[in-house]
């Protein structure tokens, strides 16, 4: 079934620019959806269809999809911020959705 | 607002069904996509399967030899079961609905499941 990989962890000051990939085959041509998980609580849809932001989701937060990687990036990083986020496809081929591995954002 | 609730047994012994029911509160349970979602402490995100408008399913390719979801609409809730528990099963179980089959609007909180003797 379809593979997305993303990085384990990323660090970023507050205020500062936070880049979360999802890497995938030829991922470009997939609809991306990116989740925001905080402790103890449900996963937060907070980016559809690779750039669009569902009601509520501030600005700050916005999404990319070219090539082999999805981008979500959140611009002038706040503690709140911090969080468990994933990628998310609807795979085709074995007709099932298929999550990332998740990346832990952790605000400095 | 769409509100789901998960609610089952917190413990279920190995080689039993383990069982759940989502209610579906603020929505038409016959317009949505629904899905369950499970999380074992300290990891990913796993797709179980869904259930969608005429009671069609589709289950994750590794589970589907023992996963079997239903939808009750005089009810207002779908149902998950799943068979031949092991340890490896015990996760926290979200259900979750699709305004549109791509993607996972709304959530319950979830619902922790041990496997255990």
């Known amino acids: 079934s379809y593979v997305l990989t993303q990085p384990p962890s990323v660090s970023v000051a507050p205020g500062k620019t936070a880049k979360i990939t999802c890497g995938g085959n030829i991922i470009g041509s997939e609809n991306i959806h990116w989740y925001q998980q905080k402790p103890g609580q449900a996963p937060v849809l907070v980016i559809y269809?690779?750039?669009d932001r569902p009601s509520g989701i501030p600005e700050r937060f916005s999404g990319s999809n070219s090539g082999n990687t999805a981008t979500l990036t959140i611009t002038r990083v706040e503690a709140g911020d911090e969080a468990d986020y994933y990628c998310?496809?609807?795979?085709?081929?074995?007709?099932?959705?298929?999550f990332g591995t998740g990346t832990k954002v952790t605000v400095l | 607002q769409v509100q789901l609730e998960e609610s089952g047994p917190g413990l279920v012994k190995p080689s039993e069904t383990l069982s759940l029911t989502c209610t579906v509160s603020g929505g038409s349970i016959s317009s949505y996509y629904w899905s369950w979602i499970r999380q074992p402490a300290g990891k990913g995100l796993e797709w179980i399967g869904r259930?969608?408008?005429?009671?069609?399913?589709n289950y994750n390719p590794s589970l589907k030899s023992r996963v079997t979801m239903s939808i009750d609409t005089s009810k207002n809730h779908f149902s998950l079961k799943l068979s031949s528990v092991t340890a490896a099963d015990t996760a926290v179980y979200y259900c979750?609905?699709?305004?549109?089959?791509?993607?996972?609007?709304?959530w319950g909180q979830g619902t922790l499941v041990t496997v255990s003797s």
């Open positions: 979750a609905g699709q305004v549109v089959s791509y993607y996972f609007d709304y």
């Open positions: 269809f690779d750039s």
């Open positions: 998310q496809v609807w795979d085709t081929s074995s007709d099932s959705y298929v």
């Open positions: 259930i969608y408008p005429r009671e069609r399913t």
